[in-house]
């Protein structure tokens, strides 16, 4: 544009009109471009991401076991059998003290008992039964009454010596020779077993060859018995 229509659009009112709205258009082009940098960003939100919860663990519900019924059997019912009538028998009791058999003494058997076979006889010097056991003693022991009894006889035999002989209760007797002359029981007398009825002496004639003792001898209805199996009792 040259100089003269340039001078000429400045002496017009228009130009001014014209410069006065531009200004305009840049100062509130500018004002708004300023008053967008003082505001904050604009905050998005985000929608909330929902939670999400574990599942719950299924419960299983066990079945209850099926309760087990003792079954009872019927027990067979016995039958009553009648029972036997029993016979009483009246006869009142007697009651008897119990039977004590003692050693007449402790010694060494010097001859045994022997009636089924014969056996030699030092004093007589022949072969013999022998119808009772000797006893070693030493003179003036005590001899005992093997059981209790009643004295059936005292005597001085010729041939065995001083005797006593004691009646037992089931028919047994026994007899106790070759004792020192004085016996301490008589005929008659009562005795306990373990009494003292004697001692050892050395009257036996017919067993003066042996060293002293005791010739102890027992029967049962008038037949000899083996004294150790009668002490045994």
């Given at each position: ?15 001014y ?10 100062g ?33 519900e ?14 067979p ?12 028998d ?9 039977r ?13 008992f ?36 009643a ?66 001898s ?8 083996d004294?150790?199996e009668?002490?045994?009792?």
């Amino acid at each position: 544009m040259d100089n003269k229509k340039w001078e000429a659009l400045r002496g017009s009112a228009g130009f001014y009109i014209t410069l006065a709205v531009c200004l305009l258009v840049v100062g509130v082009s500018g004002w708004m471009l300023l008053s967008d940098r003082g505001k904050e960003p604009a905050v998005v939100e985000e929608d909330p991401v929902p939670e999400v919860s574990a599942p719950a663990p299924e419960v299983t519900e066990e079945e209850p076991e099926p309760a087990v019924v003792e079954t009872i059997q019927p027990q067979p019912v016995e039958e009553t059998v009648p029972m036997p009538e029993v016979e009483v028998d009246d006869t009142p009791v007697v009651v008897q003290a119990p039977r004590l058999v003692v050693s007449p003494l402790n010694g060494q058997v010097l001859t045994a008992f022997s009636v089924d076979k014969l056996v030699y006889d030092v004093t007589m010097d022949d072969w013999r039964v022998h119808d009772g056991v000797d006893i070693s003693a030493k003179p003036g022991t005590t001899v005992l009454a093997a059981c209790s009894g009643a004295v059936l006889a005292v005597e001085d035999d010729p041939m065995m010596g001083t005797t006593v002989t004691i009646g037992h209760d089931g028919g047994y007797q026994t007899t106790y020779a070759s004792l020192q002359s004085r016996p301490t029981v008589e005929a008659g007398d009562t005795v306990s077993a373990g009494q003292i009825i004697g001692a050892v002496g050395t009257t036996a004639k017919a067993e003066s060859g042996q060293s002293p003792h005791l010739h102890f001898s027992v029967t049962k209805d008038g037949d000899a018995v083996d004294p150790e199996e009668f002490l045994k009792r």
